[in-house]
């Protein structure tokens, strides 16, 4: 057997190594112009990424949860509104509706894809909503009016957004596209015969720069994406105090920019982003080439949808134990997520029992995130996969059932 190695789950000191000229130069920039909010950069930045994306508009923001939560609210949310999701995201998406003033409502996922499932959504609609005399949505058991529903596309891969879109048309649903870890996915729209990228599908789309992401900053950033001038023109408020010129207050909005620093690295790292997501995929490949014997569940892509991988997620039955024994091989992995939302202990007051979404809870106790970079090498995956096998066998050996569960979880 060849000797130990260590594959981090993450790598984010090579691929600023590789950028260090131009990153220190897009800051050095900032320091001799002395500009740190706004200016020429965040506006190049919004133009370039718009386009990327194929949106008419972009607005810069601070996060990917103000992203969220100012989409919502300029598309039209309000206090006391409801507005549906996934069990199985990370709590950035409902703090976001919350923050909004609005109730979360979760609709389960579909088990092979980890995302929306619009046959669960129309039944939620269908069977837990009715229409009031002026024709709006309410959800019954809140008696809340349901004014959004925020797909995630996790993992890097949309939601299936053509049913989505149709029943959100059919009942007056925005659609806000919670794109934090799908920049440059794509979707085939089967309506409109052509290819989609997550985040210009909706109303409007939330992304963020978390160093993390597909793309990152040296820090925190977000941005909305939308075709709707109006909503770009509010988000654009909402993130400054609610100013539409220098000290005249239209509402009252909040501290919420995507800074001067963040906007040039972001601009220097933009122009790589496609490679890397080509990378991604080929890892990807390589993966599922390397992992096809073993006793795993492997992503599925379906037809419609072009993933860029944000993460590589597989599902084992005795996971936790699994984690364990990579951990000791040197291989990093990570849960995304291991508690769905609405058995976190943050939203007891919602009232939800375990059993509420059995297929989100069903995919929280198997999934695990393998190593996934640009930057991961075939060896690296190799090793991963070696490691990954042999622990997979092991873990369904009868001897090791009784270890594996007494052995503690463990959680990050
Ligand atoms: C990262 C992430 C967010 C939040 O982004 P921040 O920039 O950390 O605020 C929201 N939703 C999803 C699905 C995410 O992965």
Redesign the pocket.
């Given at each position: 057997m060849s000797g130990q190695r260590n594959v981090p789950f993450l790598d984010l000191v090579t691929p600023h190594l590789q950028l260090e000229e131009e990153l220190v130069a897009g800051f050095r920039e900032c320091l001799r112009s002395a500009h740190f909010v706004g200016g020429a950069a965040v506006e190049q930045f919004e133009r370039e990424f718009a386009a990327y994306c194929q949106t008419a508009f972009c607005v810069g923001v601070s996060?990917?949860?103000?992203a969220?939560r100012f989409a919502l609210m300029a598309a039209g949310v309000e206090p006391g509104d409801a507005v549906i999701t996934v069990p199985n995201?990370?709590i950035?998406?409902t703090e976001a509706i919350t923050q909004a003033g609005a109730l979360p409502l979760f609709v389960e996922i579909d088990e092979r894809t980890y995302n929306l499932d619009p046959q669960h959504l129309r039944r939620f609609v269908e069977s837990e909503c009715t229409l009031d005399s002026a024709r709006k949505l309410i959800h019954k058991k809140s008696n809340r009016r349901v004014t959004a529903v925020v797909p995630?596309h996790?993992y890097g891969q949309t939601a299936d957004m053509d049913p989505i879109l149709e029943l959100a048309e059919e009942c007056g649903l925005r659609v806000i596209e919670?794109s934090?870890?799908a920049h440059g996915a794509g979707y085939h729209s089967g309506r409109q015969r052509k290819w989609r990228k997550a985040g210009s599908m909706g109303q409007a789309g939330a992304f963020?720069?978390?160093p993390g992401?597909n793309l990152g900053a040296c820090g925190?950033g977000?941005a909305v994406t939308t075709n709707d001038e109006r909503i770009a023109a509010r988000v654009r408020m909402l993130r400054d105090h609610g100013q539409s010129r220098k000290y005249y207050h239209d509402l009252e909005g909040y501290n919420g920019r995507l800074d001067t620093i963040q906007a040039t690295i972001l601009l220097a790292k933009l122009k790589h982003v496609e490679g890397w997501n080509l990378k991604r995929r080929a890892a990807a490949e390589y993966y599922a080439r390397l992992l096809r014997d073993a006793e795993l569940t492997l992503p599925q892509a379906p037809g419609w949808v072009q993933p860029v991988y944000h993460l590589y997620v597989v599902r084992a039955p005795r996971r936790d134990a699994l984690q364990a024994e990579l951990a000791a091989a040197g291989v990093g992995t990570g849960i995304h997520y291991p508690i769905p939302l609405h058995l976190q202990k943050a939203y007891a007051h919602l009232g939800h029992k375990a059993g509420d979404f059995p297929a989100s809870e069903r995919v929280a106790q198997e999934i695990l995130s393998l190593p996934m970079y640009p930057q991961l090498t075939p060896a690296d995956q190799s090793y991963v996969a070696a490691r990954l096998t042999e622990g997979v066998a092991a873990t369904l050996e009868p001897a090791a059932l009784d270890a594996a569960t007494a052995a503690p979880a463990s959680r990050r």
């Open positions: 996060s990917g949860t103000d969220v995201t990370f950035a998406t995630v996790l919670d934090c870890q963020s720069f978390y992401k925190e977000g």
